[in-house]
C-alpha cells in the first residue's frame, strides 16, 4: 500500500508511506541519523565488501543526502521501518549518486539497499526494494540502473528477483562492481 500524502510535508520534503506486511517505508528524517550510525558503523554490515565503517560525520553527511533527494527530484532513498516495533531495519530505493561511471550509468537513477547485519536474511531486502521499485514505477517508470560487488551474492538475487541483468564490469572507489540495469 503507498500512500502520498500531497498536503503532508516534513521540513519542504514530498511525505510518501509505503507499507508492506513488515514495514513502513518513509523518507529519512533526522531521528534516523542512530540507526544510520549503527548501521553503517557496524563492520559485519561490509563483510561482503571492501569498503569500511563510516564515521559520524560521513553518515551525517549521507543522511543530508538522502533528504536532499526528497527536495530535489520528489523521490530518493526511504528508511526502513519494521512495523510491529518501530526498530530501523535498513533503508532502499532510488537516487542520483554521480558516481563518474560514465553516461550509461550515471543518467539513470539508481536503486539502492542496505539492511542491518541483525537484519539480513530475513527477506526484508527483497520486500522493501520491491515495494519501492513499485512505487518509482507508477511514480517516474524509466530504465534503473545498481552496482553491486561481484562477492556480494544476497545483493545480486535481489536484483535478479526485480529484473536487473548485468550489463558491465566497473571500479569504483577502488572497488570492483557490476554495472546493473532494469527496463520496464
Known amino acids: 500500500m503507498c500512500a502520498r500524502l500531497p498536503d503532508e510535508e516534513k ?18 528524517v533526522l531521528d534516523d541519523y542512530n540507526g544510520l550510525c549503527a548501521m553503517f ?12 565503517p563510516q564515521s559520524p560525520e560521513e553518515v551525517w553527511h549521507r543522511l543530508l543526502r538522502y533528504m536532499g533527494h526528497w ?3 520528489g523521490w530518493g532513498l526511504f528508511a526502513a521501518i519494521e512495523k510491529d516495533t518501530g526498530r530501523f531495519v535498513g533503508d532502499t530505493g532510488l537516487a ?13 537513477p539508481e536503486a539502492a539497499w542496505a539492511i542491518t547485519p541483525a537484519c539480513q536474511g530475513r527477506g526484508y ?15 517516474h517508470p524509466q530504465r534503473t540502473v545498481c552496482i553491486i560487488d561481484p562477492s556480494n551474492t544476497p545483493s545480486q ?7 536487473y541483468t548485468a550489463f558491465a564490469d566497473a571500479t569504483y572507489k577502488g572497488h570492483k562492481v557490476t554495472q546493473f540495469e532494469r527496463y520496464l
Not at 531486502?125 to 511514480?139: G, N, Q, S
Request: overall charge negative; glycine content about 8%.
Open 11 to 28: 521540513h519542504g520534503t514530498p511525505w510518501v508511506m509505503i507499507e508492506t506486511p513488515r514495514l513502513i517505508l518513509r523518507p529519512h
Open 41 to 52: 558503523g557496524d563492520p559485519d554490515f561490509y563483510r561482503l565488501s571492501g569498503l569500511t
Open 71 to 73: 527536495t530535489a527530484f
Open 96 to 108: 542520483d549518486f554521480h558516481r563518474g561511471l560514465g553516461p550509461d550509468f550515471d543518467l539513470s
Open 125 to 139: 531486502a527483497l520486500e522493501a526494494v520491491r515495494a519501492a521499485h513499485d512505487w518509482f514505477d507508477a511514480t
Open 157 to 163: 538475487k535481489v536484483a535478479a528477483a526485480l529484473g
